[in-house]
């Protein structure tokens, strides 16, 4: 980490403001409301794994002009401090009897008209992360101001990754790429696989992550039940299908991609499955463009996974990433979200084996004007054997 | 890992439940909605790191009698298959028409009369994890039922933990206080202090840990500017005081607490801070008793840390802790939470020795009818120094 916490220059989360209050004008937004980590860091740069207690809300009021105001308990001030903003205001959270709620009021009140609009994220994909008790009492003390729906505001700004962003996801790709290539150091046959799943993570933090938010996998024959449990205790046996699926973090910027093992010698439907599941990722990495809409991913994915022998698995076959382990859109056959340049995605097809056996495969793009470059290093195109 | 998600016997789920309905039946909520990852793995054992993607909501329905009822998207439907749970409905989510909302409000309509209520926790310490607008939806489509607050339904529940629990929470307390034992291995004058995070997670996972949902720190001369920092890559130097403060977790259950380390030879100030420190959490172990109030153990420590010759800082000086980093109640002069036997607590301490710099200690507790019982061995009273 460098020794600010601001991880861009300031002009970065400038011209992220600007974005927002431009796209805040066109939906007549008066002021935004943000809530979430992925928003606040989004526009302050303040980043912390703090966010594990959910004991205190933190706001970020972004003014139809100007600079954003950070309404946050007093514990965070020394490192907002750090941050770009200058508009610090606290309160000694938690407080059971007025948890910031009056202080955001103020603040609110001071820069929203009195028939104004604030615009909050409501929509899909989007939480809020303050209790719902006060979140009324905030607007009912707010009102006739009202509040509105800006998960389009935020979704179509954070969306398009500034090529800092995108170097960022190619760097916490590559950690996890060095810690994939050594998974024959921790996996084998009789390796417990909860074992493997402690010394991967070790591995990634050995590579150059900050740390690891996100690691799933399986193991079984031939394949795996499912792709978001954590580990069992079983031992890995030849024949299985090991699979582990990341989302490893350096300076605020996830990764999210897999990688299959085939310990001991790899059955002829698993080095089917695989290079099914290669050659769909090639045939969409190859098609892929921006005009194309979320459900288009799906659709070419999905028909490449027939055209070479595997079963479509059901589900989204791929995702928006960046400050999140999944951002939207979601390649599925409802997803009417645009793909543009400068969108960083993950492609994720998955084949079904027979019942209750997967396989599945991942890679992460930024989408170019005239094609799709990959962030994470290729898969071998062949299931590779850990002997 | 057990081979099974359960983590427990089903019997310790039917009893949680069984107590959530009786706290139901006096607070004349007709079924709970939960949305959290603590409460749904709380009623279901159902735990996953896939929490981490903010894509998809997951619903747990308590009716007032029988069982609960999961509504949860598809993905995640051979998960909850082995838990104890056996009502369970799921759609293919993230769907942008209806990401679960109709499926949710008819599973609610069966289960809660036309004049009834849905229990939802709404207060401090609470978030809605699920879109603000579906909510919405939800809401006006079981209309004329009522949303009503169940926050403390759920926390006086949750608060108190079971045998099972304090024996997870021990265990996790252990492999972390193993990791904080082998910190001179990685700590020391000239070592960066982001490398001192890495490995230190690295040694979490060693000793035992499942994952690292937190670290934080801070390091410098005699003490730190605050505890939620990531780690900047400024190396440590000779009379520098680390700290390390970690919540690693072990099927499920958290520990929460850290540990300060003289970097060389500690000065007199830093010595007496800590000892201060120690001191007062020692004479809050001895005084704490159930009957008190959340607010009486932060007039303890303060009065204590006075005493023992310190400047107490501000904050929060303790907290709960078991399914998630921190739980309520918060030791502040405001919170009136009355403490009861079988609450895991957390004794936080801080003092301020300069502007800009503090320390802090942290212990992890359960609270006994006549005792506060350790979970985290007890720190050393003197600061250590590695040399």
């Not at 309160?91 to 007025?98: G, H």
């Not at 150091?185 to 493997?196: F, H, S, T, Y």
């Not at 288009?296 to 999140?324: C, F, K, S």
């Amino acid at each position: 980490m460098p020794d600010t916490s601001l991880i861009f220059p300031a002009s970065e989360y400038q011209a992220r403001v600007r974005a927002l209050q431009d796209a805040m004008g066109h939906a007549g937004h008066d002021a935004l409301l943000l809530t979430s980590p992925a928003d606040v860091f989004y526009v302050t740069g303040f980043l912390t794994r703090f966010w594990e207690s959910p004991a205190r809300p933190w706001f970020i009021v972004v003014p139809a002009t100007g600079v954003p105001v950070a309404v946050i308990p007093a514990i965070g001030a020394e490192l907002m401090q750090r941050t770009w903003v200058t508009q610090i205001r606290t309160w000694d959270a938690p407080d059971p009897e007025d948890d910031g709620v009056s202080l955001l009021r103020d603040t609110l009140a001071t820069l929203v008209p009195e028939h104004g609009s604030v615009g909050l994220p409501m929509g899909l994909e989007t939480h809020l992360r303050m209790p719902l008790t006060d979140y009324e009492r905030l607007r009912d003390g707010l009102a006739p101001r009202r509040f509105a729906d800006a998960t389009e505001v935020v979704q179509r700004v954070r969306e398009i990754k500034s090529e800092a962003e995108v170097d960022r996801i190619r760097s916490t790709c590559a950690i996890a790429a060095r810690a994939f290539d050594r998974v024959p150091e921790i996996a084998g046959a009789g390796r417990p696989l909860d074992a493997v799943f402690r010394d991967f993570q070790a591995l990634l933090l050995g590579e150059g992550a900050d740390w690891v938010s996100y690691l799933a996998g399986g193991a079984g024959p031939e394949g795996y039940g499912d792709v978001i449990s954590p580990a069992p205790a079983r031992a890995l046996t030849q024949g299985d299908v090991l699979m582990l699926d990341t989302g490893a973090v350096r300076e605020g910027y996830f990764c999210d991609f897999d990688r299959n093992y085939a310990i001991g010698a790899a059955s002829d439907l698993a080095r089917r499955t695989h290079a099914a599941l290669w050659s769909a990722t090639e045939d969409c990495l190859q098609a892929l463009r921006p005009g194309m809409l979320a459900r288009d991913a799906h659709h070419i994915l999905t028909e490449a996974l027939v055209r070479h022998g595997a079963t479509p698995g059901g589900g989204r076959l791929g995702h928006g990433l960046g400050l999140t382990l999944t951002e939207w859109p979601s390649f599925t056959p409802k997803d009417n979200t645009p793909l543009r340049a400068g969108m960083v995605l993950t492609l994720e097809p998955g084949a079904i084996l027979r019942p209750g056996c997967i396989m599945v495969h991942e890679e992460n793009i930024v989408l170019r004007e005239s094609c799709a470059e990959l962030l994470s290093p290729r898969a071998p195109a062949e299931l590779p054997e850990i002997t």
